[in-house]
Structure formats: C-alpha cells, structure tokens
C-alpha cells in the first residue's frame, strides 16, 4: 500500500499536468484526493517524493512529523517524476530489487554447492595422489631390488 501512494500521487499529478486546462495543484488538492490515507503517513510519503526530485512543493511547506497537518502550499511534478512513472514508479522499481535479491540469494546458493562439490572433489584427489604416490615408491623399491638382485648384489 505504501508503494502504491506514492505511485499514485505521481500519477495524480501526471493526470493533473495532462488535463485540457493544466494547473498548478494546490497540497491541499493531493491531500483531499488522498483522504482516506493516514496523515502522517501522507506529509512522509510527499516528503520522500520531494526527498527524491520527483515533485517540487513550494519552500514555505510544513512536513511535521510529531503532528501532520494538511500541507499547504502548491505541487508540480518534476521531469525526473514523469520518467520515473513511466518506467515503472516505485513499485516496479522495489520489484526489481526483489528479484535482484533473490538472483543474489540463489547465485550464494549455487556457489555454496559448487564450493561443496569442489571441496569433496579436492578431497578424492587428494587421495588418489596419496595412493599414487604410494603405489610408485612399492614400485620403485620393488624394480630396485630387482635391479640389484639382477646384478647379483644379494646373494642367494
């Protein structure tokens, strides 16, 4: 719901501009068509929009937090507001850093299995080296002793 406000005061203002008799809008206006929304949660969602270049209030707005009152002063919405709506506003937006964080979420994942396969693998080839290892010293004592019985070092 939170996502959706600020969308759709973007495209209250987006509607207001594309109107036949385009007008500045008065604060009071977004808040009388946004009257079933907290207050406080109001005045912080139209700061958040100005907090982000998306609209422009007039310099004289009270913001109050610890006791909303109806903003006064008057809205237009920025080019920056415009763009962001059409591509998606702030719900295509936090969308897409869900999706983000759950790729991250399954990349991690992924590499933890890899790392765990590549682990175990290291693992057997490091045995295999051992017993290699171990098979050519049997061999190689083995031939030398050959070798020298062969040149009659040991006697029988």
Not at 44 to 54: E, M, P
Not at 77 to 103: H, R
Request: with cysteine; glycine share 4%.
């Amino acid at each position: 719901m939170e996502i959706k406000l600020l969308d759709d005061i973007l495209r209250y203002l987006i509607y207001i501009q594309k109107s036949e008799k385009p007008y500045i809008v008065n604060a009071k206006d977004i808040d009388l068509q946004f009257q079933d929304v907290n207050k406080q949660f109001f005045s912080s969602a139209i700061k958040k929009l100005v907090d982000d270049g998306y609209i422009y209030l007039e310099e004289n707005v009270n913001l109050n937090y610890i006791k909303p009152t109806v903003i006064a002063g008057f809205c237009d919405i920025t080019i920056d507001g415009i763009l962001f709506i059409k591509i998606g506003g702030y719900e295509n937006y936090y969308n897409k850093l869900q999706i983000e964080e759950n790729l991250m979420s399954d990349l991690k994942s992924e590499q933890r299995r890899h790392s765990n396969s590549l682990v175990r693998l290291n693992r057997w080839l490091v045995i295999l080296t051992l017993v290699i290892a171990v098979g050519t010293l049997v061999a190689a004592l083995y031939y030398s002793i050959e070798i020298l019985s062969f040149f009659c070092a040991f006697d029988k």
